[in-house]
Each structure stands twice: as C-alpha cells, then as structure tokens.
C-alpha cells in the first residue's frame, strides 16, 4: 500500500510539473506582460504553432505583442492618429490618394525586434482596399491594391 501511495504522488507529481511548464506563467512572454499590463486591462492572448500574440490596450491604443512559441519578443504593432506620420508621407499620401476617392480605414505601427519601426495605412476606394507601407523617413510604398 506505501508503495502504491509514493507511485501515486510520483505521477502526481511528474503531471503537475508537466502541465506547469506549458503554461504561460512560465514562459518570458508572459512574464514580460504582467511587467506592461500591471495597470492596464487584462491581457488576450492568442497562441498558435507560429507565434504567440498578447492583445490589450495600453493609454487608451490597442496594442498587440508577438513573440515566438518559445517566448521570444518579435514585434508590437498599435493604431495611430494620421496625423501621426512623418510629415513627407501625409504630403504623398494626400496628393495620391485624396479623400473623398480614397477613405482612410486604420493606421498601425509596427516596431520588430531590431526597433526597425513601419507604418502602414490601409486606404479604401470603391470596395478594394489599398495598403501603404511607409518608413521612418516618409517614403510610401503601396503594397497591395489600386494604383
């Protein structure tokens, strides 16, 4: 019967410490978001074979963080105000997709690991979405879409 009872909290045990170490608590990532979130919102989070993605609001901006499945930092991204771009891209913006032609549907920015920041605007004009991708210094580039 002892033998039994030690076989039990064994695998009691070895299941416990399993199941531990999938879980977030223990990953970088997470830790790092209770860092971030301490007086924000609560933190969603999403987890695929790819990445990992924590999604909260932070001052008031949805914010979302990516991470490796192991936990490594790979990038943010958060929506921004228009007139928040570098002042050369709102000039070719508005000269090349003028409302009320094009209206604006989101601003994000992107910052990766390497703090390499890009900005994209998403434009709609007629139902087609046109999606501009734009640097540090203001160049515009469409990625995909109209014109």
């Known amino acids: 019967m002892k033998k ?41 989070w999403k987890y695929t074979e790819s990445f990992q993605k924590a999604s909260l609001a932070v001052n008031g901006q949805n914010t979302e963080y990516f991470y490796t499945p192991e936990g490594d930092y790979l990038a943010s991204s958060k929506t921004f105000d228009f007139d ?40 709609e004009k007629a139902g087609k979405t046109t999606i501009l991708q734009i640097n540090e210094s203001g160049t515009v580039s469409n990625i995909s879409g109209l014109k």
């Open 4 to 44: 039994l009872f030690i076989a039990a909290l064994v695998t009691i045990f070895i299941s416990t410490s399993s199941f531990a170490a999938n879980s977030p608590e223990n990953v970088r990532s997470f830790k790092e978001m209770n860092n971030i979130s301490n007086t924000n919102s609560s933190v969603n």
């Open 84 to 123: 928040k771009l570098p002042k050369g891209a709102i000039k070719t913006i508005t000269n090349n997709y003028a409302y009320p032609s094009y209206s604006l549907i989101e601003c994000i920015v992107i910052e990766n690991a390497d703090q390499e920041i890009n900005y994209y605007v998403s434009m």
